[in-house]
């Protein structure tokens, strides 16, 4: 369940258009580097360039310290030990699993189990990156792996500090709620440090914080058929999280039908029903979780549950091509242009 393309219009035109500025004018300050899987981008508006440096530069060590307690790949990962002592013992974790995995636990409720932090029984069998071999894998296989899949079977001590999978075989990834959680965590040190006007962007997972010269910031939400950076609407946001899951940034096409990289639990193939499903919420792990969850509930019952949840909005485009808006996006959403229809 990784991700993801937002498009944020504004600041790839500011950084087109950009003039010198005096030492004592804001500008916008811009770093970027690889992390959890993304280019993670970290922009603000502001005068004081070396303080804003410093301040990204925390926030690059948070992130690579959360990857290294949170990653699947990284040899002695909190989340490898959790997922190696499967069915035999609990295992003592940080603080921070504890926390993201009681997240990852109420975002399944939620939905009812559509979003699973137990869906790495999977992992290895669908392949949707270009350097690997794209072939439907074999049903049977999947199938039983299906059982190995349920999110109640994770046991959260948060008093003792510990996790446990209880069924061997079972394995936790938190792919779909692990960049929300950083960037949370990154969002507290850039205001920490007296930063007001921001943004971190992860994948398809974004924060903006204030204004960019004066004004909100102007997010746009990727075309899933058009040209790559092609939105077909855009929003005004201050102080607050945008995170879009799509079925084109990992896929491939067999027989007519589209294969991706955000699988069903239930089944244990890509999801059919959405093409994308943008949040906006107030905090980032949020939004990262529901945007997959929601993509997986499908069009009409995630936006049943958009509108249930406090604080949560939403845009769906169904596989039909059909447009959905929460009630409280409708009036602050601008169209573009209707999104491309295609496979």
């Known amino acids: 369940m990784l991700r993801r393309a937002v498009i944020l219009t504004a ?11 005096s ?20 922009a603000a508006w502001t005068a004081d360039e070396a303080a804003a440096e410093a301040s990204f530069g925390e926030v690059f060590d948070e992130f690579e310290r959360l990857e290294n307690m949170m990653s699947v790949w990284r040899e002695g990962s909190d989340l490898l030990r959790l997922n190696r002592a499967a069915g035999d ?18 975002i399944s409720d939620w939905t009812g189990g559509k979003f699973d932090v137990t869906f790495g029984a999977l992992s290895g069998l669908w392949k949707f990156d270009q350097d690997q071999d794209n072939v439907v894998p074999d049903m049977t296989e999947v199938r039983r792996r299906l059982p190995l899949i349920d999110y109640r079977a994770l046991q959260i001590d948060a008093r003792a500090g510990t996790a446990f999978l209880a069924r061997k075989g079972m394995s936790a990834h938190l792919g779909g709620v692990g960049k929300g959680y950083a960037m949370d965590r990154g969002i507290a040190i850039l205001r920490s440090r007296g930063l007001h006007n921001f943004l971190i962007q992860a994948g398809g997972d974004m924060y903006v914080a204030g204004l ?10 990727q075309d899933p058929r058009g040209p790559a950076d092609h939105p077909f609407a855009e929003l005004d946001l201050s102080d607050g999280t945008f995170s879009t899951s799509g079925d084109y ?43 997959t969850g ?15 949840l406090p604080d949560v909005e939403g845009v769906i485009v169904s596989d039909r091509n059909e447009v959905l808006i929460s009630s409280g996006l409708k009036s602050r959403l601008r169209i573009v242009a209707p999104p491309t229809d295609g496979p």
């Open 11 to 21: 600041l790839a035109a500011a950084a087109c258009t950009a003039t010198p500025a």
């Open 23 to 42: 030492e004592s004018a804001p500008r916008l300050v811009e770093r970027s580097r690889p992390s959890m899987g993304a280019t993670l981008r970290l």
């Open 89 to 106: 013992h609990p295992v003592p974790v940080a603080p921070e699993m504890i926390e993201v995995l009681t997240q990852a636990r109420q």
């Open 212 to 221: 960019k010269d004066h004004k909100p910031w102007r997010l746009g939400i």
């Open 249 to 291: 940034e990992r896929f491939f096409i067999r027989n007519g039908r589209r294969y991706h990289h955000i699988l069903d639990p239930a089944t244990g193939e890509p999801s059919r029903g959405c093409r994308s499903v943008t949040i906006v919420a107030n905090r980032a792990v949020l939004a990262d979780g529901l945007s």
């Open 294 to 308: 929601v993509f997986l509930l499908g069009p009409e019952a995630g936006m049943a549950l958009i509108e249930r």
